[in-house]
Structures are given as structure tokens and as C-alpha cells.
């Protein structure tokens, strides 16, 4: 992500291009006699949004339906949990 620093007066006169920065993905520094009083930063999509950004992308393929829960693939016999064999093997 770019950063752009660009004082208040030349922030004001030319407002809509650094907008369009900033709308681009790019941050903007506002400065008063060469000190930082401001960012700007651009608002984060949202998950669904960027899903189907990378959709469209083909990034990525989905159908759309929820995932479900993988089973677990060993089971342990008897009453003892996985903490309880964890911390026999510590000691």
C-alpha cells in the first residue's frame, strides 16, 4: 500500500484527485507546516465483498454453501482426553 503526503493548502485545491488515491488502495498523510495532523486511509472491504472480488478474479471457486465441520480423523480409546496423553508425555 502506497503512501502519498501531501500538505493541507495543495489538499484542499486539488481534493478529488487524492481522493481518487485513496480510493485506489493508497494512504494519505495530511501535513500542517511539514508535521503529520491527519491520515487517510481507505475503508476495508468487507469479507463477502472481497470473496467475490476473487470470484470474479477467478482467484478462487465457491459455491456459495457453507463448509462443513471435517470429522476427526483418529479416535482414542478408553476415558483419557488428548490434554490427559499430552501431559503424561511431559512428564
Do not use: C
Request: no cysteine.
Amino acid at each position: 500500500m502506497a503512501q502519498t503526503t501531501v500538505g493541507i493548502r495543495e489538499f484542499k485545491a486539488r481534493l478529488a484527485s487524492y481522493l481518487r488515491l485513496v480510493k485506489a488502495g493508497n494512504t494519505l498523510v495530511i501535513t500542517e507546516h511539514g508535521k503529520p495532523v491527519g491520515r487517510i486511509v481507505p475503508v476495508k472491504m468487507s469479507v463477502q465483498d472481497r470473496t467475490q472480488e476473487l470470484i470474479q478474479a477467478g482467484v478462487i471457486a465457491w459455491s456459495g454453501h457453507k463448509i462443513r465441520p471435517f470429522k476427526p480423523t483418529v479416535r482414542l480409546r478408553g476415558k483419557k482426553t488428548v490434554a490427559d496423553l499430552v501431559i503424561e508425555n511431559r512428564e
